[in-house]
Every structure is written in C-alpha cells, then in structure tokens.
C-alpha cells in the first residue's frame, strides 16, 4: 500500500483532542490523529504497538500517512516519527484494536471530527456535535464494505490461481494495458491544424487508427503464442502461458518504439525541408 510523508500545518484542539492537520492531494486541509495518540486513547499498555495493528490492516486502510518531527536537541535524539492517521482509518483501527475503549472511543472520536468540520476547535460538552447514529452506521458500514471487497478480490484472485488462469487482474495488468500503450505509440501523435473543423477530421482518424491498431496488436499477439479463437479471453490464459506472453510483448514494444522513432525522424525532416522552402526569396 501507498505510503506519503507529509507536514503537519498546525496542531487544532478538539475537545482535548490533538489533531494534526495536514494538506490533502487537491491542496485541502485534512484533520488527522498521531497513531501514538490513538493507541494511548484506546488503553494500549504501549501505544506505540498500534503501529503493528496499522501494519497489519494497511491494505484496508489505503494511502497512509507518514510524518518525521524535528529532531530533538541533544546528539543522541531521533526524530519523531509515525502514522497520521484520517477519521476513517482511525476508525477501522480503533474498530479492529478489539479493546475495552473501543466502542466509547468510536463515538467520541467522529463528534470530535465532525465539531472539526464544523469549525469549532474550542472543547465544548454542548449535545449539538454529538454524532447521529445514522452518521455512525454510515461510517462503520464503508469500512466494512472496504474490507469486504478486499477479501473478495482477495479470494478471487487465489480461486483463479488454483484454477490455473491468469484471471483478470493479471489480464488486465500484464497484458490489456500493455496492448493499449503499444497501440497509442503505433499512432502517429495528433498534428496542430489551423481550424476546428481539420482538428476533428484528423481526430475521427486518430480514433480510427488507433482501433485499427489495437485489434491489430492483439491479433499479433494471439496469432504468436497460439491463443486465438472466439470465445478467448486474456482472463482465462493458462498461467503457464503468461511468460511468453511477456517475451512476445517485449519484442512487440521493441518494434513499435523502432517504428516510432523512424517516423519521429522522417516528419522533423519533412519540417526542415518545409522551413527551407518558406525561407527561399521568391
């Protein structure tokens, strides 16, 4: 799984509780918790063993968050580092620690992230921010669905292996995106044209070479490793076959890069010659 260190903006204040917020990809502030913390909230006798609950489920709980604080003075101390966890993943850990703080903690924790939301950071024991329990079943129940779908895919993935097919994931990964790249770089890129209606002529084209290439491609692969035929999914290739689909893949993009850096060279010298004709005196 995905990890990304980030920079902790300001500590806020909620409820007395610590949260670190952070900048999400599209640049937005995102409230999060210290792993260390959580675990001591939760009762853990050393909260840093949250960190191998964290480990043990980051398949579940998506990008992770790192940080690394400023380090301490004196020679010998270390930086301070950990997970910054989100309210979904603080809640699937906290849901999964299994400990007697659980069940209370949950509550608390999505009033304490929700009163953030609402942009009041100073502790209140006012009733309002408390969250509803609809809000709470909607937020265990996408954890859950979160888990439940990883499993599956998980068991799928082991179902076709025992089969001995290649299921769709590899087929998808090692084959059909390598298929569509080669037959993106079979196309000659797009040229710059003076008016809207060329640009869409030569962009139906486009379209067109660009299917004609694919199924091209993928006939060629077919024809090559002896897997033709209707009926015939990537999906349902023997394992044992895939390594040679991958050495016949290898020799196709070979070509099809050869191919393409020929024709990159023929149109910079039709360019040139251009440019020397435009620059002759009438």
């Known amino acids: 799984m995905s990890k990304r260190t980030v920079e902790v903006v300001r500590v806020d204040e909620v409820q007395g509780w610590p949260l670190a917020v952070t900048r999400g990809d599209d640049g937005g502030e995102v409230p999060t918790i210290e792993d260390v913390e959580l675990g001591r909230r939760l009762g853990f006798e050393r909260p840093h063993d949250i960190r191998r609950l964290i480990v043990r489920h980051e398949n579940s709980l998506g990008a992770l968050s790192r940080y690394r604080g400023e380090k301490p003075t004196g020679e010998k101390g270390r930086p301070r580092e950990g997970y910054l966890l989100t309210e979904e993943q603080a809640c699937f850990i906290a849901a999964k620690s ?7 903690l949950l509550r608390g924790m999505i009033a304490v992230f ?13 009733s309002g921010l408390a969250p509803t329990m609809a809000q709470i079943v909607a937020m265990m129940t996408q954890i859950v669905r979160q888990e439940v779908k990883l499993v599956l895919e998980a068991a799928k993935d082991r179902l076709e292996s025992d089969c001995g097919i290649i299921g769709k994931t590899k087929a998808m990964r090692f084959i059909k995106h390598e298929l569509l790249d080669l037959a993106k770089r079979s196309v000659p890129p797009l040229p710059a044209l003076p008016t809207p209606e060329a640009t869409l002529r030569a962009g139906r084209e486009y379209v067109r070479s660009y299917m004609r290439a694919r199924t091209r491609l993928d006939n060629e692969l077919r024809g090559r490793i002896g897997y033709s035929g209707s009926g015939r999914a990537w999906a349902n290739l023997p394992e044992r076959d895939l390594p040679d689909v991958k050495l016949v893949l290898a020799e196709m993009r070979g070509r099809v890069e050869a191919d393409a850096k020929t024709r990159a060279a023929k149109q910079a010298q039709v360019e040139m010659f251009g440019e020397k004709l435009g620059a002759r005196p009438n």
């Open 114 to 126: 929700l009163a953030w939301r609402r942009g009041m950071l100073a502790p209140t024991g006012g």
């Open 98 to 104: 299994e400990t007697p703080k659980a069940n209370e």
